[in-house]
């Protein structure tokens, strides 16, 4: 499937991004955005693009970390172990804040209004890119009906903007794939998220991914286990199908 590489105008400057096309591109007017984990885009993130863009959406992987400059590629199994990749990646999260990506996202939605897709829009994050995932959804609640997160991290934190504080924003329908042992998603905030979905009445579903580590479903992740990897796929499928028809 053929990938165009766009330059998406945002109010900080230019995000490279990969536009994925469905099979049928006159047909679906469905988009998702994808937001990457702590590693950038690469190869294993494009070929899971591909996959969503399989299931008839138009698809668009954007580069968060566009304000840091040139970097990467990097190893998903050791760079965050070795120096000085990082304490880069550390330093690209920690300067990439939520504001900034929620900002982001009015651009990216217009990139995939551009492209065709000017119909419903799910955003789906994984690692880092699983909070912003959830926070689009409460950010643009008029275009984004579907949102996902696998094995996301600190959800339900007690950062302002902590994703549970925007709960009430929400309007589609939500899907978190927690890792079975994740320190950046313990179980009590597991609790906290679910709480206050339900007290907002969002259509949600919290699944604890049983003996899985943060990671797994991304194929070049030291923690990838392709039984968890392929029911995650089913999820996302199920989602796109239900929310996004």
């Known amino acids: 499937m053929a990938?165009?590489?766009?330059?998406?105008?945002?109010?900080?400057?230019?995000?490279r991004a990969g536009l994925f096309a469905p099979r049928q591109p006159g047909r679906s007017r469905a988009g998702v955005i994808f937001y990457m984990d702590a590693?950038?885009?690469?190869?294993?993130?494009?070929?899971?693009?591909?996959r969503m863009a399989e299931l008839g959406c138009w698809v668009l992987l954007p580069d968060l970390f566009?304000?840091?400059?040139?970097?990467?590629p990097f190893d998903a199994k050791t760079a965050f172990g070795t120096e000085p990749s990082g304490s880069r990646i550390k330093s690209m999260i920690g300067s990439t804040t939520q504001a900034m990506t929620e900002r982001d996202t009015e651009a990216f939605l217009s990139a995939l209004a551009d492209a065709g897709a000017g119909g419903p829009i799910a955003a789906v994050g994984y690692c880092m890119g699983g909070g912003r995932a959830l926070n689009a959804a409460a950010a643009y609640p008029d275009r984004i009906r579907?949102?996902?997160?696998?094995?996301?991290?600190?959800?339900?934190?007690?950062?302002?903007?902590s994703p549970h504080q925007n709960a009430a924003k929400i309007r589609a329908r939500v899907y978190v794939g927690v890792a079975g042992v994740d320190r950046s998603f313990p179980p009590e905030q597991s609790a906290r998220l679910a709480e206050a979905l339900r007290r907002a009445?969002?259509?949600?579903a919290i699944e604890n991914y049983v003996g899985m580590g943060h990671g797994w479903a991304?194929?070049?992740h030291?923690?990838?286990?392709?039984?968890?990897?392929?029911r995650h796929w089913k999820r996302l499928a199920t989602l796109f199908e239900e929310a996004l028809a």
């Open 3 to 15: 990938k165009t590489e766009l330059e998406i105008s945002t109010g900080d400057g230019s995000a």
């Open 39 to 50: 590693f950038g885009p690469r190869p294993a993130l494009d070929e899971m693009a591909e």
């Open 66 to 72: 566009y304000r840091s400059g040139p970097y990467g």
């Open 146 to 161: 579907a949102a996902a997160s696998f094995h996301g991290g600190n959800l339900a934190s007690d950062a302002p903007d």
């Open 201 to 204: 009445e969002v259509d949600h």
């Open 218 to 220: 991304v194929s070049d």
């Open 222 to 230: 030291g923690a990838y286990d392709r039984s968890g990897a392929d």
